[in-house]
């Protein structure tokens, strides 16, 4: 088994290098080998979610899951699965759907699991092991949503200067 940084849509470029490094520790500690794809193109998701925000989580998990498949395929790996299956704040339906498509494309399979099952306890587990934790999915639209003032109906606050 191994495991797969892939994640140009973090912003700002700190928490890219707070999650990675986290990834790198922790993987260090219990012996799994980590594929790094340290690059940091902001710019290249930027430019394909502008004008498309409401379809960035789209745009995002096709990204990164045909980017794993086809790494899955290079590599020989038997099949490919996503972290983001963990996440009770992510839309699980359309990764599986897209992380199917993907492997299908790139001939491998594609390990489905509601991992959200043990999230309570991994939240846990993690804080006692002292790890670093998100607070938001990671792009900067995300990033936004999570400090932006909202109304009480949940529309953001239109403001003029």
């Not at 994640?7 to 990675?20: C, G, L, T």
């Not at 790198?24 to 394909?48: H, M, N, Q, S, T």
Request: glycine share 8%.
């Amino acid at each position: 088994m191994y495991g797969y940084f892939f994640n140009p849509n973090i912003h700002p470029y700190q928490e890219y290098v707070r999650r990675r490094d986290t990834l790198a520790e922790w993987a260090g500690k219990i012996g799994l080998p980590v594929i790094y794809a340290d690059e940091y193109d902001l710019e290249g998701f930027l430019r394909e979610t502008v004008f498309r925000e409401t379809e960035r989580c789209r745009f995002c998990y096709l990204l990164r899951l045909k980017t794993a498949a086809h790494i899955a395929r290079r590599g020989r790996f038997d099949a490919v699965t996503t972290t983001l299956l963990y996440s009770k704040y992510q839309k699980h339906d359309l990764i599986a759907q897209i992380g199917a498509e993907a492997a299908r494309q790139n001939r491998v399979d594609f390990y489905y699991q509601d991992f959200r099952t043990g999230w309570r306890e991994g939240v846990e587990v993690s804080k006692s092991l002292g790890m670093y934790r998100q607070q938001y999915c990671g792009c900067i639209y995300s990033e936004k949503e999570r400090f932006y003032p909202k109304k009480p109906d949940g529309k953001e606050v239109v403001g003029l200067a």
